[in-house]
């Protein structure tokens, strides 16, 4: 659905972004498990594979099916901020559920951030947009870059 209004205030303001508000302490493991549950849901992402036919089960190979679906909801100013949001957080859990010792942190903002082994934390929000709009990185590439070092 296309609202020029919209589609102009999102040319002066950047895409929309995504907030998470987190409870607990750091020893709140259920509440850490249950962060990455909702994080994980990405309802617009997974809307659009399964009509692509492509199973998102949250592993290296769903990125690289994600990377080569044919990017029609850019063409949707509502629903692309949507689609990378949800985007960056697949990213995100894929690589919270692979890779040993990361998992989710959320920021003073309340943007979900994956945090490393190493302490470095990645904004997948913001690379979920990106591939969103331009198609690059690609998730499946940047996946690659995380889990390296």
């Not at 679906?69 to 949001?85: H, T």
């Not at 957080?89 to 040993?100: A, H, M």
């Amino acid at each position: 659905m296309g609202i020029p209004f919209l589609g102009n205030w999102r040319k002066k303001h950047g895409p929309a972004s995504g907030v998470a508000v987190f409870s607990g302490d750091d020893g709140d493991h259920e509440g850490h498990e249950e962060i990455g549950r909702l994080l994980a849901e990405c309802e617009v992402l997974r809307s659009q594979a399964d009509d692509a036919g492509v199973e998102l089960d949250d592993t290296v190979a769903s990125l690289e099916a994600l990377d080569q679906l044919v990017p029609r909801w850019r063409d949707d100013d509502e629903m692309l901020p949507w689609l990378g949001n949800d985007a960056g957080l697949y990213l995100g859990t894929v690589i919270v559920r692979t890779l040993p010792g990361t998992g989710w942190a959320i920021l003073a903002s309340g943007r979900p951030v994956v945090r490393l082994a190493t302490g470095r934390e990645i904004d997948v929000v913001a690379n979920g947009h990106e591939w969103a709009a331009n198609g690059a990185p690609q998730l499946s590439q940047l996946y690659a870059e995380v889990a390296e070092g």
